[in-house]
């Protein structure tokens, strides 16, 4: 990995050999961030879904309802890591926290492999970024009138 791609607290982090996981914000910034027991409360609240993708990675999310806007980074490393296509792979919303998880289902850090794996996952081609931006564009629409009907409603 890039050193130059991260701040201080998280260069520390990779030279200090912690177990650490990715946050991806709602505004599309990825950060690392050490694994501690309250990780997934910390950076997605709760409650807490996953979804688990090939070689063990584990997206953490809150419920969709909680931010309008799909997060577009994480939705990508999820389609790349998942394996799906871009008309299934769920659109997620509001933070993301990646991580592994062992047999029993303990939250782990990335392991080089995991992290290589985000790294060097394919971009989409332009067939699936053109069904991935209809699908933003449809939730976004259907968000904004579910909001204009319950304010409607509140009259």
Known sequence: ?????????????MWSDSDVGIIVTADEQMHLVAIT???????????????TARAGLVFWFGPADSSPAVNRMATLN???AAAMSARVVPLLH??????????????LGLSKAQLKLLESG???NWWARTVLQARVHCSL???RRAVGCQVRGAV
């Open 1 to 13: 990995m890039n050193d130059d791609l991260f701040d201080p607290y998280e260069q520390a982090l």
């Open 37 to 51: 027991h309250r990780v997934v409360t910390d950076c997605v609240g709760t409650p807490a879904d996953t979804f």
């Open 78 to 80: 999820l389609l790349a």
């Open 94 to 107: 509001g933070p993301v926290l990646i991580t592994g998880v062992d047999r029993a289902g303990k939250l």
């Open 122 to 124: 394919s971009s989409p």
């Open 141 to 143: 629409q259907r968000r």
